[in-house]
Each structure stands twice: as structure tokens, then as C-alpha cells.
Antibody
Framework: EVQLVETGGGLVQPGGSLRLSCAASGFMFSDYDMDWVRQPPGKGLEWVGRFRSKNNGYTTVYAASVKARFTVSRDDSEKALYLQMNSLKTEDTAVYYC???????????????WGQGTLVTVSS | AIQLTQSPPSLSASIGDRVTVTCRASQDIRSELGWYQQKPGKAPKLLIYAASILQSGVPSRFSGSGSGTEFTLTISTLQPEDSATYFCLQDYNQPWTFGQGTKVELK
């Protein structure tokens, strides 16, 4: 069974930093692109960033709203995905989800497994 | 970034009704769109990918159609457990973007 478990959320002051972790199990983690998605309380979903698998170039891509402040990394030996968040703003307050991408013939095509999420609150 | 506009923002329907949700893209995204269901306090769940392919384990009352800029999610016979918010997500290019969601409630 595919499992994704996020940890590391909490309360942080504006301008502060936080590191989220996502522990994966039940599948060959190294074969998949992995994403972060966030959802502010009571609002919709926002795609945050991706770390592609080695087969897909082992590169990262980010949403414009977090580029230069957030960094996605991964450790395939530990089956873990990370999100380093710096220079946090109040608008970064959200539940952060780790998600696995589904591979289709043309590349990654959907998010087929999700963690339960971890809440990050940015407030003074 | 590609914008996705869902309609309606919310709807109320009865058990057994046919329900349709629409997602319109700001540019041609071929068939590179998926639909997700989210219940309160839970993570989203993939229902449909590549516009019309049913994800394994998802009931057959859910279906998707469309290509280009217009897409539709249909629930053929609404069940009590279908009360949720539904989101579309385009995977045509980066950054991936979501629609704003459609809340489906039971009458």
C-alpha cells in the first residue's frame, strides 16, 4: 500500500524558516516525480513544486509564488521528500501535502497518491 | 500560467441526480486534465486523469470528457458519499494549476 506521511508543520513567525518532510513507503520511491501542493484554510489547492525522478532528469520546478524562497529536495535512499521554506509570509499559511505523480505515456500526468497533510501557520 | 475556471462554484442536488461540473482552460491543453475529489479534512483523491480515464478503484458513475479548453466531470447517479468539493488540475505545462473548486452538496 502506498503511504505518504508529512511531518514538520507548525507555527512560525513571518520571515522565518521551516522544513517539511514526507516519508514514503509501499512503492519504488526513486522511480517517481514527487510534488508538494498546499491549501490555505478554507481555500483551494495550489501546486507548489516538484522534484523529478532520476529518469526524468532529477530536476526541480516551482510555482512563481514560492520560487527563490522554497526548495524541494529528496533522498531516494531514505525514500523521503523535503520542502525547505525560507522567508515565510503570512500568505504561506496552509496545509501542505506531499503527492506522488502518476506516469503516463507523455510523462507525469496526475497526482495519484497524497499524504494527509501538515499545517503550517505563519503568524506573529 | 494556464488558468482553469470551474463552474458552478457550488451546486445542490438530490440522491440519484445526474451532476455535471465544468472546467474551462485559458488555452488549449489537449486532454491533459484530471479531476479530484476532496472531502472536509481529507486529502484530495484522484478520480479521472487524461480527461477521461477512470483511476483504478473509482466507481464507474464518475466520468470525464472534453479536450482543448472545455472539460466536464459527470456523476451519473449522485450518491450520499459524493458530497465533496471537486477540483480540476491541468498537467499540460508547468506550473500545474488547479481550478478553484466546485462544492457538491446534497439536497
Amino acid at each position: 500500500e502506498v503511504q505518504l506521511v508529512e511531518t514538520g508543520g507548525g507555527l512560525v513567525q513571518p520571515g522565518g524558516s521551516l522544513r517539511l518532510s514526507c516519508a514514503a513507503s509501499g512503492f519504488m520511491f526513486s522511480d517517481y516525480d514527487m510534488d508538494w501542493v498546499r491549501q490555505p484554510p478554507g481555500k483551494g489547492l495550489e501546486w507548489v513544486g516538484r522534484f523529478r525522478s532520476k529518469n526524468n532528469g532529477y530536476t526541480t520546478v516551482y510555482a512563481a509564488s514560492v520560487k527563490a524562497r522554497f526548495t524541494v529536495s529528496r533522498d531516494d535512499s531514505e525514500k523521503a521528500l523535503y520542502l525547505q521554506m525560507n522567508s515565510l509570509k503570512t500568505e504561506d499559511t496552509a496545509v501542505y501535502y506531499c503527492a506522488r505523480t502518476k506516469y503516463c505515456s507523455g510523462g507525469s500526468c496526475a497526482l495519484d497518491s497524497w499524504g494527509q497533510g501538515t499545517l503550517v501557520t505563519v503568524s506573529s | 500560467a494556464i488558468q482553469l475556471t470551474q463552474s458552478p462554484p457550488s451546486l445542490s442536488a438530490s440522491i440519484g441526480d445526474r451532476v455535471t461540473v465544468t472546467c474551462r482552460a485559458s488555452q488549449d491543453i489537449r486532454s491533459e486534465l484530471g479531476w479530484y475529489q476532496q472531502k472536509p479534512g481529507k486529502a484530495p483523491k484522484l478520480l479521472i486523469y487524461a480527461a477521461s480515464i477512470l483511476q483504478s478503484g473509482v466507481p464507474s458513475r464518475f466520468s470525464g470528457s472534453g479536450s482543448g479548453t472545455e472539460f466536464t466531470l459527470t456523476i451519473s447517479t449522485l450518491q450520499p458519499e459524493d458530497s465533496a468539493t471537486y477540483f480540476c488540475l491541468q498537467d499540460y505545462n508547468q506550473p500545474w494549476t488547479f481550478g478553484q473548486g466546485t462544492k457538491v452538496e446534497l439536497k
